[in-house]
C-alpha cells in the first residue's frame, strides 16, 4: 500500500465551502471508516486542506480524489499530490505497523 500527501488549494473561503460541506466530511468519514483516509484537516491560516491517504496506487487515489464533493463542485483550484514514506515521528506506530511497512523506509526500532 502506499501512502499520499494530498493538498487541496481551494478556489472559495470557508463559508463559500459551507453548502457542501456535509457531504464533504461525510466522504471523509467513510474514506478514514475503510482505511483509505488516515488522517487530514483544513491548514490554520491557509485557503486549504491537508490529508494523508493510503491506497494501492495513485490511480486508485486520482479515483477516490474525483469522487470528493469539493472537486466535483468546482470548489478546488489546485490540487498537490505527493507519495509519502513516512520514518519518523510519534505517530509511526500507527502508520509504520508491520503490514503497512514500506519496505523503502525501514521499521523504527521498538515501534510494533
Avoid at 24 to 40: F, I, K, S, T
Amino acid at each position: 500500500m502506499a501512502k499520499f500527501v494530498v493538498e487541496f488549494e481551494y478556489n472559495v473561503d470557508r463559508a463559500g465551502r459551507q453548502g457542501l460541506h456535509p457531504a464533504h466530511a461525510e466522504n471523509l468519514y467513510r474514506l478514514a471508516d475503510n482505511g483509505v483516509l488516515l488522517l487530514g484537516g483544513p491548514l490554520v491560516g491557509e485557503n486549504s486542506g491537508l490529508l494523508v491517504y493510503e491506497v494501492e496506487s495513485r490511480e486508485e487515489l486520482q479515483r477516490v480524489l474525483d469522487d470528493e464533493p469539493y472537486v466535483k463542485g468546482g470548489l478546488v483550484a489546485r490540487t498537490r499530490i505527493q507519495e509519502w514514506a513516512p520514518g519518523k515521528g510519534s505517530w509511526i506506530a500507527a502508520l509504520n505497523t508491520s503490514e503497512n511497512r514500506s519496505e523503502e523506509v525501514p521499521a523504527i526500532e521498538g515501534v510494533h
